[in-house]
């Protein structure tokens, strides 16, 4: 792959750059040539612009040399005489007018730099601004300089300087701000000039306030004690001091670069008080008794003496805490159960703590008013009873017993009283009596217990038939119900049976003649007694009385569409009774399809066919309905487009091959483009070899990169080739063709990767494709090897000159289809040269990062050859329509506008003419068509390497750019970048 450099831009030099001229200054060849151009000038307009440059000298130099230049034709930067005078006196209009200076920032009191103007029209007759100058700043109405010292502080804003003279004016903005002279700080204090701290206390932050100027640092001498500091920013003394210090004077200092102020600060350090700390008492848990005094709870501990003893929640009602002995004693009143109390222990130093347990137990009473929840309790044999419990007032129960015992299966639980169970056999009723005690007394109460026979619930309920399939408007056979265990009493269903159908409630037959057609459901019917119920389900459908299908139609009479792309579902309608299958006569165009069951038409056709008319018959077991279709299948339209005039694309250039600098020029190649992560402006990726990062607003203004944005420096070559190669300037190089930013940020990334020399002397060209990621906007990238690739056959012995490998030329994002789809070519060596398959090869991969082993080659109408770097390169097909296209300079884009990808190519390499075809699939491919052929005058051109830019370089809309490389070139590169404005109709 040939390289080609991109050359430098013209240099413009500029008078006004010179701030102060004089005599000297000026020098003996500079008059040579004012003296030249002089020589050849109007004298009446020098003479005229003497009289306005008043007495100043360097005024005048100005005047004459910026009208006799503009006069004459000549050039600041060129030491030959001015050419002979131009027949045509016209003058020109003021045109880019421009300050060095664009944004002054200026201090109060202190002279700025004069900002002088240039100018590349015609000669300025006066120069104006609005609105007027800061206080104590002129503009020269001559010569257009802005100088002064400002006498008063302004805030930042916009001034415009109009150049005129009698052919038109030329504008100009600059800001202009004047901020106030800066003042020493003075008066500095703290809150409290004398500090007493405490030993490993934190004390109060202490803020300063000063008047005067800001205070931009702060110092202390001597220094503060241990563990206090002075933030030397805000002059902030905060800290926990560490050792005890005497009361000591220090010195702070508050500065600014105007001066300084300065307070003394009284500091000492108290040495620190100990907390408290083992706090214990004589008993951890008191369980008291209501009513009675409680032995005193006496309290010691370790560390510091205790001021003050606390305690949460507060005592049992009668119990207190002595606040400084911390003694608990009292006579507690009412009971309460055991629970955690919390005493606290503090000093000025800090606290300590200890967890009691205190309960207070009820005065012991007897039981009193024993009853029962139910006094008279009647239960069925072997059915479990609802437990039935006891209440009392009085002293708590400790113990119930009954007597005499209870019916078999039924118990009496000691401790609690509550009586359970299922009794085994009936009895009749009797009394029972039940004793409730405590240490103090007892209570009881007599119960009434009967236990019934048991009634079997129904069991095993049926019907002869569990569907019934009725028609509407007929009797119904009735249909009686089956069952065993108890006898029923009384039958339900649910849901409610179809309309016209009963349920007797006391027999359960179903029966009746049901009246409104029903789809097929299901009802269950419940049997039921005292003692249970028994339950069975059927089934119920009522058909209608069949009618045929009538009123067919589709939401689309009239079907319209392209190949390969999928149609909207067209869905029938239809009344008369449902429909149970669907025909069309005759068969509908390849690729779409009729669903027998549904009717739905749906699919993507993939032959051009003509309109015709289709008819779709609807049919059930009464009769059948039709309706009629006309389906026309569209050639795919060829774009109708306009490309505009061709505008050279800015780039840095240099002419140095050399491969391990960082050069910037261009290469062949196709190269990425792509809005920056905040969508601020744009990034490309271009140049030969180390492709670079440029950044700017917009394709004409992209800024140059800096040596660290060589997206590669250690390159990368296919499976197999040797990489103990020889250095040298043909050494190797990647090409980045491709960048999509994923959902997530991440720039995914493919390179043209080549070698061009190998370690057996070798030279040539040797393909692979490299996949890369960045997540910093293209900054840093990393590199996760070939995903398509081919090692290096086995050669003669050097020099011999070898072509080949696999390559990825062009890799977009297919969104429709959430995929990667990826174009390129197999080389091969021939006579020296590359040459290709011959066809366009297609790969796709369904991984969101295009990882490499997730790729697949299109071999024989589907995507199923699997991509190893490392293995064979497997078979591939030719895609349909684009058996030709020249595949080394291809690019694949997707338009938004006509909703189809556009496969772009150069023919034959490197020629005059660019070819494009069409696809709504990007597999399915219209005829090639000639996009664009560059001019054979005033030279021949050839074009090369082209895509389509819109949005990114991967996807566009109805506006966009074609862009090209051509040569030969129009400034120092080896090759040019061509815009050319592309707009579809």
Known sequence: MKRRLVGLSPLLIRPETTTELDAQAVGHQSFKKLNACIAHCDPLDWRKQMKQAKSSFVSLLICITGLCLQACGGNASNDVPAPPPSTDNHLLPPSNLLYPTAAIVALQNQAISPDVPSNSGGLVANYSVSPTLPEGMSLDVLSGIIKGTPAVTSPLQAYTIIATNSTGTAESTISISVTEQLQPPSNLTYRTLSIIATQNQAMPSMAPSNSGGVATSYSVSPPLPAGLVLDTSSGLISGTPSMPSASQLYSVIASNSAGTTQINLNIAISEQLQPPGQLAYTSVSIIATQNVTIAPNIPRSSGGAVTSYAITPALPAGLTLNPTTGVISGIPTVPLASQPFTVTASNAAGATQIALSIGVSEQLKPPGDLIYSTMEFFATQNQAITPITPKSSGGAVTSYNISPSLPTGLTLDPLSGAISGTPIFATATQRYTITARNAAGSAQAILGIGIDAQLQPPAHLSYASLSIIATQGQEIAPSPPQSSGGPIEQYRVSPALPSGLTLDPVSGVISGVPSVAATAQSYTVVGSNAAGYAAASMNITINKRLQPPVQLSYANTIIVAPPYRAIPSNTPSSSGSPVTSYTVSPTLPTGLMLDPVSGVISGTPTTAAGAQTYTVTATNDAGSASTVLQITITPLPTPIFNVGQDVVVPTAGSTSHDFYSPTYYINDSIWPWLPNKDGTGYIAFWAAAKPQRYSGPDLFHLVQPKNSQTIMNTMIYAPGVDHSWATGPAANGIWMQSATRTSDGTIVATAHAESHQFANGDIGEWYSTLLLTSQDD???????????????????????????????????????????????????????????????????????????????????????????????PPALSPLPGLPNAFITAGSLTYNNYLKQYIFMWMVDGHDQQINAAFSVDAVHWGPAITFFTESTTPVLHKAYYPFILGDTSTISGQDAYLIYMRSPNTTLNVTDIISRKIHFQ
Do not use: E
């Open 778 to 872: 293209g900054i840093t990238w990393t590199n996760y090897g070939p995903i398509v690739a081919s090692s290096k056959n086995t050669v003669p012995s050097a020099p011999t000159k070898i072509f080949g490998g696999l390559n990825m030329y062009t890799v977009i994002w297919d969104a429709s289809n959430q995929r990667w789809l990826g174009y390129g070519a197999t080389a091969a060596s021939s006579n020296g040269k590359t040459s290709y398959t011959g066809h366009v090869t297609a790969y796709v991969s369904y991984d969101p990062k295009a990882m490499p082993g997730t790729w697949y080659g299109y071999y024989k109408g589907a995507f199923t050859q699997r991509i190893d770097v490392n293995a064979p």
